[in-house]
Nanobody, 116 residues
Framework: QVQLVESGGGLVQPGGSLRLSCAAS????????MGWHRQAPGKQREFVAS????????NFASSVKGRFAMSINNAKNTVYLQMNSLKPEDTAVYYC?????????WGQGTQVTVSS
């Protein structure tokens, strides 16, 4: 079993920044990459960003490219999602995910609200 714990969500004004963290623990045999999805009220969950197993290659949804960045702390099995220039349409619950031994794991989610 793998546990993912997200933190860092909150309320921020448009144009502001937040940094989300996702800490992985449990049966982690190798780093296979981690990423984020989000789900806004009344909408389907959508991909936001990911970082590959090399801990370097990143991929972003077009809606956040240039505003969001990912980084990793290998020693802590933690990834970060730096979100800049936030917009009201970024409001959603953000979920961290990873895959271990072919099993997809999700965190419990953290709420991000962008509003004035």
């Amino acid at each position: 079993q793998v546990q993912l714990v997200e933190s860092g969500g909150g309320l921020v004004q448009p144009g502001g920044s937040l940094r989300l963290s996702c800490a992985a623990s449990g049966s982690i045999f190798s780093f296979n990459g981690m990423g984020w999805h989000r789900q806004a009220p009344g909408k389907q969950r959508e991909f936001v960003a990911s970082i590959g197993g090399d801990g370097v290659a990143t991929n972003f949804a077009s809606s956040v490219k240039g505003r969001f960045a990912m980084s990793i702390n290998n020693a802590k099995n933690t990834v970060y999602l730096q979100m800049n220039s936030l917009k009201p349409e970024d409001t959603a619950v953000y979920y961290c995910f990873t895959v271990q031994l072919g099993v997809l794991y999700w965190g419990q989610g953290t709420q991000v609200t962008v509003s004035s």
